[in-house]
């Protein structure tokens, strides 16, 4: 199956600057997403990363906030934008394989915004 | 749309113990697909099961097994035997074929006592 290069693992960053969030796949992916998730809580999707085009957000969530790039079929990037404490999460990116059906996520980003 | 309910927030038991956790889910579609999640506290999300919405058939791996019943939208996972190791957070995921997105219930935090 595939393996997603996440990165940077962890990052503690100021309030007011903003993050880029890497993933990279080893091999094609039909869709690519990118989640959330908050402390003691549960997987919250961001938005379907769409190769060449803008984003497909969830309720909740907005591209000035949480800008995404998907140049091509194994690339994608999640932006945070002007953070704030609130935004300490772990984001995970994940990809789906078309073949078989199957869900690959990269190991997550542990951001803690001081 | 789609939902997915994981009742149980927390359950505690003795090593050796067999537990059950629960998952309901929600969708109108016809053409679904369930899955079983292990996050362990090193965060990684370990995927341990797939299931579609035309196999209803049962499964067993090893001291893992999986009830799916379409009549009650239930996808329930037990395990036999429960060992320390088995101590993590359990996500119930739910994807629909036409959108591609998996959604997560909330996630069932197992404590297994020696």
């Known amino acids: 199956s595939a393996v997603i290069s996440q990165k940077p693992s962890r990052d503690i960053c100021q309030r007011g600057t903003s993050l880029t969030i890497q993933c990279q796949v080893d091999s094609q992916v039909t869709m690519m997403f990118w989640y959330r998730q908050q402390p003691g809580q549960s997987l919250t999707l961001i938005a379907t990363?769409?190769?060449?085009?803008?984003?497909?957000?969830e309720s909740g969530f907005v591209i000035d906030k949480f800008p995404i790039s998907r140049p091509n079929l194994t690339f994608s990037t999640l932006t945070v934008s002007n953070m704030s404490p609130e935004d300490s999460s772990i984001y995970l990116c994940?990809?789906?394989?078309?073949?078989?059906?199957?869900?690959?996520f990269g190991s997550g980003t542990r951001l803690t915004v001081v | 749309a789609q939902k997915v309910t994981q009742a149980q927030t927390e359950i505690s038991v003795v090593e050796k113990e067999d537990v059950t956790l629960d998952c309901v889910y929600e969708t109108r579609d016809t053409t679904y697909y369930l899955f079983w999640y292990k996050q362990p506290p090193s965060g990684e999300l370990v995927f341990l099961i797939r299931r579609n919405s035309f196999d209803e058939q049962n499964e067993i791996s090893g001291r893992y097994s999986w009830n799916f019943q379409k009549s009650t939208s239930s996808f329930n996972f037990t395990i036999t035997a429960s060992q320390v190791v088995d101590s993590a957070v359990y996500f119930c995921?739910?994807?629909?074929?036409?959108?591609?997105?998996?959604?997560f219930g909330q996630g069932t935090t197992l404590q297994v006592k020696p």
């Open positions: 994940s990809g789906r394989t078309g073949g078989n059906y199957g869900y690959t």
């Open positions: 995921a739910l994807s629909v074929e036409y959108t591609g997105k998996l959604i």
């Open positions: 990363a769409n190769q060449g085009s803008e984003a497909t957000y």
